[in-house]
């Protein structure tokens, strides 16, 4: 991760409050839910068991659950993790 993605990430952060202690970014990317990048500006495709338990769980659409959450869908898009 460069100094240009701690950065934005760092603006993302502040002021997001999540119930994991941001363990995504914490773990150094490695404790990541399981979402899918579909092309949607500010979402994610949920692939997580439960996705209704996130606080950051948008909506479902069809079968698909959405997630929201603004750093799992910068880390998704900008970073391809």
């Known amino acids: 991760m460069d100094e240009k993605q ?8 502040n002021g997001l409050q999540c ?7 914490t773990s150094g990317l490695k404790d ?3 979402a ?8 994610l495709i949920c692939l997580e068991n439960n996705p209704r338990k996130c606080k950051f769980f948008a ?3 069809g079968n698909r659950h959405f997630c929201q959450c603004p750093l799992r869908v910068y880390i998704a898009k900008k970073m391809k993790v």
Not at 36 to 43: A, M, N, Q, R, V
């Open 59 to 61: 909506t479902v659409y």
């Open 32 to 34: 990541l839910c399981r």
């Open 19 to 25: 119930s994991k202690d941001f363990a995504c970014y």
């Open 6 to 13: 701690k950065k934005e990430i760092q603006k993302i952060l």
């Open 36 to 43: 899918e990048d579909i092309g949607l500006d500010s979402y």
